[in-house]
């Protein structure tokens, strides 16, 4: 009788101990020194919190009355309680216990009495926040860089005459870099085959460069027959796409018309947001018998009816497949998985070098990971 497979006896290696280039790109994190999307700005109005997270570290970012967003570490100088289980009032995040109060730049202030003792001058870390596209940034690094560094600009989403477009944001229970794999590799067309995103999966071109990974496919774009109904056939060559894994971002351009960008928040090693923006040519998108360019009011409705129906259940797919994908890597990570596709090996040597340069730079080791540690005898008492 053949041996049943065993789960392996311990948690995957971190990114020190991992032996092979599947092991080190599941133990990844991202380079903190760039702009990272964390949310629709719809979805943190004057006097709302949003609690986030990038690989570990806990932020809270928040709307002033003034109408202006900031973003601190979600930490209460005091007992450091989470500031996001607290409230905004005026332009100041205010814990929930004893009503510490923590400013945009960090700064706390003491509403009760001190006792007879000076204010103590305290302060948390504030982290470099601004929205853009609909979208809320923060740069989680060297604050220093967050000026040097900007959000990628989408001339497309620009101006008086945005491209109509769809936000799709997800969280995933699964290292970041299986999503990111999964965008560029076409070959689970297996698992969309009611929606069929795309048809077929024929590699062109697969180019390598300093920061980026740029693939061709030779496939069917937008093959399902809702999609097929709404996009326009001529002039938009739909028979070839460009994906390119433009660290820490994704983009996809099919013939200049048919668009994504792909922003992904890596909260801890299992953990991620990923924010899709869809965005299509204006004379891209058709309604059947409607000859053409279609009102801005239709095109805008056309995006929310693709959101729900097609984009909304096409990517869940993914969401929930790499749920499975995760579970299957704790369970049997030191097994072998064979990898056939070149771009999924080339997205995980750029996700490797990109992560191992910043732990070289920093002199930091895997940041996320919780090992025991032992209380010290000498602890300090508080104060
Ligand atoms: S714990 Fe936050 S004010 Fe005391
Ligand atoms: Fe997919």
Excluded at 181 to 206: A, C, I, M, W
Excluded at 257 to 274: A, G, Q, V, Y
Excluded at 314 to 340: F, T
């Amino acid at each position: 009788m053949p041996d049943v497979p065993t789960k392996a006896s311990c948690p995957p290696p971190s990114f020190d101990e991992a032996k092979n280039r599947r092991q080190r790109a599941r133990a990844a994190g991202m380079d903190p020194n760039y702009w990272y999307a964390v949310g629709r700005s719809a979805d943190l109005r004057k006097g709302q919190v949003m609690a986030t997270r990038f690989w570990g570290q806990d932020i809270a970012v928040f709307r002033g009355e003034d109408g202006r967003l900031r973003a601190v570490e979600d930490r209460c100088a005091h007992r450091h309680i989470k500031l996001s289980t607290g409230e905004v009032v005026g332009c100041r995040l205010v814990c929930p216990y004893h009503g510490w109060e923590h400013d945009g730049d960090g700064n706390v202030k003491i509403p009760h009495d001190l006792f007879g003792r000076p204010e103590p001058r305290l302060r948390i870390r504030s982290v470099p926040v601004k929205e853009r596209y609909g979208l809320v940034f923060i740069f989680p690094g060297d604050p220093q860089l967050a000026t040097v560094r900007d959000v990628p600009t989408i001339p497309e989403l620009e101006g008086d005459d945005p491209w109509p477009h769809a936000i799709v944001q997800f969280d995933c229970e699964g290292h970041f870099s299986m999503l990111l794999e999964n965008v560029s590799d076409f070959t689970h067309g297996f698992l969309h085959r009611k929606y069929q995103p795309f048809y077929g999966q024929d590699l062109l071109r697969l180019d390598v460069h300093e920061d980026r990974v740029e693939v061709e496919y030779a496939t069917k774009v937008a093959a399902g027959r809702l999609q097929d109904a709404f996009v326009r056939r001529l002039p938009t060559d739909r028979n070839r796409m460009v994906a390119c894994y433009d660290y820490p971002y994704h983009w996809s351009n099919t013939d200049d018309r048919i668009k994504h960008f792909l922003f992904t928040l890596p909260k801890d090693e299992r953990s991620n947001r990923h924010i899709f923006i869809f965005y299509l040519h204006p004379d891209g998108m058709k309604l059947p018998g409607v000859p053409g360019r279609l009102p801005r009011p239709v095109l805008k409705a056309m995006m929310a009816f693709a959101r729900k129906f097609t984009l909304e259940p096409l990517l869940g797919q993914d969401v929930w497949v790499i749920g499975h994908e995760q579970e299957g890597w704790d369970a049997h990570h030191d097994k072998p998985a064979p990898e056939l596709s070149p771009v999924v090996k080339a997205f995980q040597d750029l996700t490797i070098r990109k992560w191992r340069e910043h732990l070289e730079r920093t002199g930091g080791s895997d940041l996320v990971r919780v090992r025991p540690c032992r209380p010290s005898s000498g602890a300090e008492a508080g104060t």
